[in-house]
């Protein structure tokens, strides 16, 4: 009988296979960084849900020596070692950001590709989604420094908007990407928001961020 072909496997998958990298992944941070130049020699970063590790490697390629990128998941990356890599195995809706930003100084920028395990009820998973993602947002809100960048993915969905606008309340530049690397029929798309506002100053509307 003919072997079924997974259909769930294309040339991102196979271009990751030969050029060595964890993940197919890889090739939509490459994207974003590409056209926004962001991911800098000697930054520090946090990467969130950075299991298998593809977005890690990226980022340790462009860091260089004097760089630094500390990756948070459930599990923990294997394949890879590096000085400059440091883990903490946790569930990030658990953590405590104050405690986190203790604990890993100020950074340059935060990545997130944090995604829930899906279940197919595309109601319930955009909720999930949206957890991680608000999650993800009031870490980096905590750990950055004054024109640091957010990177995240998100689901298309009605809070899509109201998410957008809180990003934007705290960064100057905010854009919506869809790298080709999204599946086609997937809904993820990637929001990036560049250069934090200063937290004690005041915000574009005027007001004072607490
Ligand atoms: C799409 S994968 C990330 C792929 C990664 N960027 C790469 O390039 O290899 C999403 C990750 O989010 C992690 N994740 C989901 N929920 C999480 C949570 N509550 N806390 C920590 N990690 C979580 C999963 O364990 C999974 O490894």
Sequence with gaps: MAKKKNSWKDHYTSRAKDEKWLARSVYKLEE????????KKGCRILDLGCYPGSWTQYCLKKLGNNGEII???????????????????ADILELDPGQLAGEVGQLDAVISDLAPNTTGNSIADTARSMELVE????????VLKKEAHFLC?????????????????????????????VRKKSREVYLIGMDM??????????????
Aim: proline residues 4%.
């Design 197 to 210: 506002i200063d937290q004690n100053s005041p915000s574009k509307d005027g007001e004072i961020f607490f």
């Design 135 to 142: 999650k993800a947002l009031e870490i980096a809100l905590s």
């Design 32 to 39: 974003i960084d590409k056209k926004y130049k962001f991911i």
């Design 71 to 89: 990756g948070i998941d459930l599990n923990r990356p294997t394949r890879f070692k590096a000085r400059n890599f440091r883990f903490i195995a």
């Design 153 to 181: 993915k998100i689901f298309e969905g009605e809070d899509l908007k109201g998410f957008k606008d809180r990003v934007s309340a705290h960064f100057n530049n905010v854009r919506l990407i869809r790298p080709a690397a």
